[in-house]
């Protein structure tokens, strides 16, 4: 498998999962000193580490490529993990960070599934597991594009499901709610986005349970997955009484607003 995002997060728990169940784990991701301690936690024998930049499709030949070579050219599942998240206003926010969050949480998929593509319809019962999220149901304002991004990725899933099933490849994604990580820990703006979220009513999952997910996608076939019970409960409302799920998601941002994001 490939997994970006490795080096810390979801990525790392979920490659440490695989790993422990004689998975060979790309560690891909921008952090090379992420990955390196990474690849000294798993071992040398249980991944290949790959400096990666999801942005920039020659990279991601060249990882595919280095990958292919380490192991005859088998590749069961690519995990595309790699996401960035900057709140705020659109209106005010950095052209730079709107087109970060564009350039990796989507463009970073679809370079993916291009570059890996060969390598996983060459492998028999080959499977894309791509993470959104659950803002990919209902926009949040102070987070309006990361929410598209995430939508667009749901929304790309569906139809590689589709487009893909004949190159022997499944397509499935996971909708997790918000994750503790160290995205939300060091900076003071990203300590305060943490408690402000928190102080909303967020509820937030451990990176282990997305890995868990993870694993269960490559198990039992489901195209959409939420993860935790705030997901559950906002692609219900999603999908019951879209009035309520987005009432839901307004106090949030409400909150956001109010801090200052």
């Known amino acids: 498998m490939v997994i970006t995002g490795a080096a810390s997060g979801i990525g790392a728990a979920t490659a440490k ?13 921008v952090d090379e000193a992420g990955i390196a301690r990474q690849a000294d936690t798993l071992g040398p ?3 290949v580490p790959l400096t ?3 942005r920039h499709r020659d990279q991601w030949d060249r990882a595919m490529e280095e990958f292919g070579q380490q192991n005859g050219g088998r590749l069961d599942l690519l995990v595309n993990n790699a996401g960035v998240f900057t709140a705020g206003a659109l209106r005010d926010m950095d052209e730079n ?12 998929v679809i ?25 990919a149901l209902s926009g949040a304002g102070r987070g309006a594009v990361y929410s598209a991004t995430k939508a667009a990725v749901r929304n790309l899933t569906e139809g590689l499901a589709h487009e893909l099933r004949y190159d022997g490849i499944r397509v499935s994604d996971l909708l997790p709610g918000f994750v503790s990580t160290g995205f939300f820990a060091g900076e003071d703006r990203r300590t305060k986005l943490g408690a402000t979220l928190a102080n909303a009513g ?3 999952i451990d990176a282990d349970r997305v890995a868990a997910a993870v694993w269960d996608a490559t198990r039992r076939y489901r195209l959409h997955r939420t993860v935790g019970g705030q997901a559950t409960l906002l692609a219900a409302a999603a999908r019951l009484a879209p009035g309520r799920a987005h009432s ?14």
Not at 17 to 29: E, T
């Open 45 to 47: 024998a249980r991944c």
């Open 111 to 135: 370079h993916g599934v291009r570059a890996a593509h060969s390598l996983l319809a060459a492998t028999k019962g080959a499977q894309i597991v791509n993470i959104a999220s659950f803002l």
């Open 17 to 29: 999962r695989f790993a422990a169940q004689g998975w060979l784990v790309g560690l891909a991701d």
């Open 52 to 54: 990666l930049d999801v």
């Open 202 to 204: 967020v509820k937030f």
């Open 248 to 261: 839901a998601i307004r106090r949030i941002s409400k909150r956001l607003m109010k801090a200052g994001f």
């Open 97 to 108: 960070d709107v087109r970060r969050m564009v350039d990796v949480n989507l463009m970073g």
